[in-house]
């Protein structure tokens, strides 16, 4: 009796290990980010991974540096759920990155140190939940931020054991209306661990073989006639239930915005009236964003 006993057991550990859960600061976690600039320029994808340079020591505490990303180091604590980060090695205090215990109206708050550039606040404005690997993953949907003054960010999404849809530590700096990243494939180990729903743009089946031309064509949206004219209007590829359009010229300043309510075309034939080079930018409230380049003769 125990040879059946001792077989069956050899057969489930490696479906158990295969499916266990997948955490933010797993050795060999990689991210894959489309970046996209503004004005408009070429796209890039960045690949970042979470690695021990050694093991970084901060105050006694052990902590993992993450490629691209400065002096960030983190370290997670499963027992309370959470992921932590210090930002400088010498004088940061450390403070939560990720809280797997998030409830909907939980106001979050990332540290206004200089050296992170960041004067982040947000609220959660939904929980939901995604299926990755026979496993249930929360998502929290980050709303705006509560102060808007202090920097211009995006709306976002938190998958647990992942990370931030703009990048696992994009959502501590300060977003620059310049540029948008988006994550688009995620492994770890070398495994693609399929997601039961895209999140954001991340599918991580069709996503992770995205190339850059995909990404931009997924994206696209279109403004005509251009150079502009009063009958100029801005073409979405889908119908935009939510968001935000605005219009800068060349050093940033905004010359006009309104609320975007389900609509497939943006008339702006009477927007600008100085001749010149502009660029629009759009935002939904699912975090995507067109950007688009127009001239007005």
């Known amino acids: 009796m125990k040879r059946p006993l001792l ?24 991210w894959k980010i489309y970046h996209q600039s503004f004005p408009p320029g070429p796209l890039s994808i960045w690949t970042i991974t979470n690695y021990f340079n050694g093991q970084v020591i901060i105050k006694g505490v052990a902590y993992k ?6 002096n960030f180091y983190v370290r997670e604590d499963t027992a309370d759920a959470k992921v932590y980060y210090c930002c400088r090695q010498v004088d940061s205090a450390e403070e939560v990155l990720y809280d797997y215990n998030w409830k909907v109206g939980d106001t979050v708050h990332y540290s206004s140190d200089t050296a992170c550039m960041s004067k982040a606040y947000y609220t959660v404005a939904s929980v939901d939940s995604v299926l990755i690997n026979g496993n249930w993953y929360h998502v929290w949907n980050m709303a705006q931020l509560i102060n808007p003054s202090a920097c211009n960010v995006f709306t976002f999404k938190v998958i647990e054991g992942l990370g931030s849809t703009i990048g696992p530590l994009q959502c501590l700096d300060a977003m620059a209306f310049e540029t948008q990243n988006d994550l688009i494939c995620f492994t770890s180990d070398g495994n693609i661990y399929p997601l ?27 403004a005509y006639p251009n150079p502009v004219t009063p009958l100029s209007r801005i073409r979405l590829p889908y119908v935009m239930t939510s968001g935000i359009v605005q219009i800068v010229n060349v050093v940033g300043q905004v010359i006009w915005k309104r609320a975007v309510t389900n609509e ?30 127009l001239n007005k003769e």
Do not use: R
Request: with cysteine.
């Open 65 to 70: 540096h993450l490629s691209n990303s400065l």
């Open 196 to 222: 039961s729903k895209k999140v954001g743009e991340i599918d991580n089946t069709n996503s992770c073989t995205l190339s850059i031309p995909d990404v931009l064509v997924s994206q696209a949206a279109s």
């Open 7 to 30: 077989f069956l057991l050899l057969l489930f550990i490696p479906v158990n290990v295969f499916s266990q859960k997948i955490h933010f600061c797993d050795n060999d976690n990689v």
């Open 264 to 293: 497939k075309e943006i008339w702006i034939g009477d927007k600008i009236e100085v001749p010149g080079v502009y660029y629009y930018k759009i935002t939904d409230n699912d975090g995507k964003l067109l950007l688009g380049k």
